[in-house]
């Protein structure tokens, strides 16, 4: 590798740090003008928002992820697996941990990497807020091993009631989501729909109705905090149609192998629990080399996405705390803020190469999105900007769609992100509806 180079080393390969190693990949790279390096800890990408879908086994990770490897050939960044553990800022390197392999077996060993823009873009993870039991007894989305995990041990319960022998015990099918965000909103809707669907392909002694109940626990005194209330009492009317309890204005304080207890002392029994109240950064940040972070472990950044006391270092997505307007709010951790940012910093690092000074990034909201399995979509469009259009059906199922289109053609141009879409609804054709191993 050539030492005179620029070297932008970029960490996290997700939403935001693969769209930017994508596209300064193809302006710097192809030319040799830079040296493009993205490090992620996985081998494979598979866009976040499908991760409930995973979870629920509607969608199969190996159909939608991304060989970083191939991504890097094809785009001409170079990747390199390795999980980031601290910064040497003195020395301008990033300090990778060992990587083993699944036996325990080191595979490569520690090393650091030099930059001379470095880009930060490691996401988030679920935020437990220290709450006891939470770590121990639940299951998280963070991860697309993570959801895989969620959807083999639903399966195996419904396996095991299925077979047992003896009458299947109240409760032993029941289910836990703990945030009633997008996030448990969807999940709640797909596994009601997936335990329907199982009981259609042969686990047949199982009668979802009867045998599972679905739980939505929420802090808040509503569901969807995020979206206008009009919406969120449609989703709330949808999921108790479907049969969901929703449970609204119960903080948790413990969750216990047997079931979730709130302040008020009620215990919600359920066999399965998950998770997604709320994100932080990975605690690996906090204070990172003298780095400003906040509470969440986020990168303090500036209007234009610098740390607040690093020129040289950038930060995106989940992981940065990027002021939102003058109330001190920041950006929300969210897919479209991690594409805008992406697209901003990659505008603004080739400016810098040129000489000119970095652009600002202002976080343009284009609404939310909630979609509830094959039951209905409900969301607004353009909050914020002009006054927010509500969108429910068909219309807010295909703007839903195309917000993942808009992810795939940054990563492969329009026509391969058709071809993929057109090649994925023909396999939808030959495949079980949903993952049953
Ligand atoms: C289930 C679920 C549903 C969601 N639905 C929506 C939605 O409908 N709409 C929406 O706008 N947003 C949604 N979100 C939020 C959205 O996914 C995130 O805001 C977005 O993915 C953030 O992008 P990012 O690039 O910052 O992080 P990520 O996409 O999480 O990527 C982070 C990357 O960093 C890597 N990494 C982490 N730590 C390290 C390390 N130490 N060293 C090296 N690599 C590391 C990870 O492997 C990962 O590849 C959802 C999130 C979840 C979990």
Wanted: charged share 20%; aromatic share 6%; with cysteine.
């Amino acid at each position: 590798m050539d030492q005179a180079r620029h070297q932008i080393v970029i960490v996290g390969g997700g939403s935001a740090g693969l769209e930017l190693a994508t596209t300064l990949g193809r302006k710097l790279g192809k030319k040799k003008l830079a040296d493009v390096i993205l490090i992620d800890a996985s081998r494979t990408h598979i866009w976040k928002p499908l991760l409930h879908e995973v979870a629920a086994g509607t969608l199969d990770s190996a159909e939608d992820e991304l060989e970083y490897l191939a991504q890097a050939r094809w785009c001409n960044f170079r990747y390199r697996l390795g999980r980031m553990t601290g910064l040497d800022r003195e020395r301008q390197e990033v300090c990778l941990a060992p990587t083993l392999n699944e036996e325990g077996v080191e595979i490569i060993p520690e090393r650091r990497f030099h930059y001379d823009t470095l880009v930060m873009a490691v996401g988030s993870l679920s935020n437990d807020f220290g709450i006891r039991g939470v770590k121990q007894n639940c299951l998280f989305l963070d991860t697309t091993a993570q959801a895989e995990r969620f959807q083999r041990k639903l399966l195996d319960c419904m396996l095991k009631a299925h077979t047992q022998g003896t009458p299947i015990v109240q409760g032993q099918l029941d289910l836990a989501i703990v945030g009633a965000g997008a996030t448990g909103v969807e999940l709640a809707a797909q596994i009601h729909h997936v335990t329907r669907k199982l009981a259609n392909y042969g686990l047949d002694t199982i009668d979802p109705d009867k045998h599972i109940r679905l739980h939505l626990i929420e802090a808040g005194p509503r569901i969807l905090p995020a979206l206008p209330e009009r919406l969120s009492q449609a989703a709330e009317r949808e999921l108790v149609r479907l049969g969901v309890t929703v449970h609204v204005n119960q903080r948790v304080v413990e969750i216990s192998k047997a079931g979730v207890i709130t302040i008020e002392g009620k215990i919600i029994p359920a066999a399965m629990k998950v998770w997604a109240a709320g994100i932080k950064a990975p605690d690996f940040l906090k204070d990172i080399a003298g780095l400003e972070t906040n509470r969440l472990n986020q990168l303090v950044v500036t209007q234009n996405l610098q740390t607040t006391r690093d020129a040289r270092i950038f930060a995106i997505g989940d992981c940065a705390a990027c002021p939102l307007d003058d109330t001190g709010k920041t950006v929300p951790p969210r897919a479209q803020a991690a594409h805008q940012e992406a697209s901003t910093l990659a505008r603004t690092i080739l400016r810098q190469l040129k000489g000119l000074p970095p652009l600002d990034y202002h976080y343009r909201d284009y609404g939310s999105l909630v979609a509830m399995g094959h039951y209905s979509t409900v969301g607004n469009l353009m909050g914020g900007l002009m006054r927010s259009m509500m969108v429910s059906g068909l219309t807010a199922r295909f703007v839903y769609l195309y917000l993942y289109k808009m992810h795939q053609a940054a990563l492969y141009g329009w026509p391969r992100a058709i071809l993929i879409t057109l090649l994925r609804f023909l396999r939808r054709g030959v495949d079980p509806q949903i993952k049953l191993h």
